[in-house]
């Protein structure tokens, strides 16, 4: 089962590339800090990244040990661009749907990987699924800890709306493969602008 699974993986991978014609974040909002409280299950709470939380607050001599009253500022992504990813998810899953297929559920913490692969790319100018920073897509949800049993990625640049990401991604047979798999369960979109292209656009898609 696990070489099947691997096969899958590299299979759904090999052929998922699309080019077309920086996610910025938003002022903080706040968070006290109540009894019981951790910083992952404020990252949880508010579904953005422990790290990004510990960036946001440079004043936490020691980010392990937090106290009920303390205010932490929470990094908010741009909503704009958290649209632009949602879009995409319902246009997936309404394709789904025509196709019989169930829907893909919305994972932030995959939403969180694949926005730092599409701001990692217009940052440092490159159109791959493998990336200079974090190695090839598989690795990279692993890394960031999140388990599966397979996984697949999409990425594109260069369109400039949700449904030019996805018409592209449809009109292309490894893309349209991805987005109709059965095997998957869960999705991830991140959305970036900025870079050579203006637009960068990475899906990761995953089961468990």
């Known amino acids: 089962m ?16 699309a080019f077309g014609a920086s996610t910025q974040a938003e002022a903080a909002s706040t968070h006290t800090v109540s009894s019981g409280d951790t910083m992952w299950k404020i990252a949880v709470r508010y579904q953005v990244g422990v ?24 990094p908010r992504q741009n909503t704009n661009s958290r649209s632009m990813e949602q879009q995409v998810v319902s246009l997936v899953n309404a394709e789904r749907a025509k196709h019989g297929l169930n829907p893909l559920r919305e994972n932030w913490e995959l939403a969180r990987v694949a926005r730092f692969k599409s701001e990692d790319m217009s940052a440092k100018n490159y159109f791959s699924h493998t990336s200079p920073t974090y190695g ?6 692993r890394d ?12 594109a640049a260069g369109q400039t709306s949700a449904q030019s990401v996805f018409n592209s991604w449809m009109n292309s047979s490894g893309h349209r493969q991805n987005i109709l798999s059965p095997n998957y369960t869960e999705i991830g979109v991140g959305y970036s602008n900025g870079g050579s292209y203006g637009h960068y656009w990475t899906q990761m898609f995953i089961s468990k």
């Open 144 to 155: 960031f800890g999140i388990p599966y049993r397979a996984s697949g990625e999409n990425i």
């Open 51 to 74: 790290t990004e939380i510990i960036d946001a607050n440079p004043q936490l001599s020691n980010p392990n040990l937090i106290y009920p009253g303390q205010t932490l500022q929470i």
């Open 136 to 141: 090839s897509p598989h690795q990279m949800i």
């Open 2 to 17: 696990k070489t099947f699974y691997t096969l899958l993986t590299t299979i759904l991978l090999s052929v998922t590339l």
